[in-house]
């Protein structure tokens, strides 16, 4: 069965950085695009990056654009989000997702394989 586990998460002040990883397993996800989300309390899931199955584009939200890198490597099965700078507001549960037909998507529902998330929290 196909799973996306999530680590990398926790505690950080302002200015800090952290480096979550997703790994894949269950099956090879190498033909897929590759997608981070995140879900503060009380607001929707919302994008943060994305990668091409080839790692030849990338793509990312303006709230995190210059601070936030996605990168993959495909025969770890395994994707990287590093993110530097980290402010309060981009405390929230991150998820890692898979799409195989949404080629440099940012819409949730194009995404079919999800983890169960990690936990990000940043303080001032």
């Known amino acids: 069965q196909a799973q996306l586990v999530e680590s990398g998460g926790g505690l950080v002040q302002a200015g800090g950085s952290l480096r979550l990883s997703c790994a894949a397993s269950g099956r090879t996800f190498s033909s897929y695009t590759m997608g981070w989300f995140r879900q503060a309390p009380g607001k929707e899931r919302e994008f943060v990056a994305g990668?091409?199955?080839?790692?030849?584009?990338?793509f990312s939200a303006d709230s995190v654009k210059d601070r936030f890198a996605i990168s993959r490597d495909n025969d770890k099965n395994t994707v990287y989000l590093d993110m530097n700078i980290l402010k309060p507001e981009d405390t929230a549960a991150y998820y890692c997702?898979?799409?195989?037909?949404?080629?440099?998507?940012?819409?949730?529902?194009?995404?079919?394989?999800w983890g169960q998330g990690t936990q990000v929290s940043v303080s001032s």
């Open positions: 990668i091409r199955w080839d790692a030849r584009d990338t």
């Open positions: 997702a898979a799409s195989l037909y949404g080629l440099g998507s940012r819409v949730r529902s194009d995404y079919e394989y």
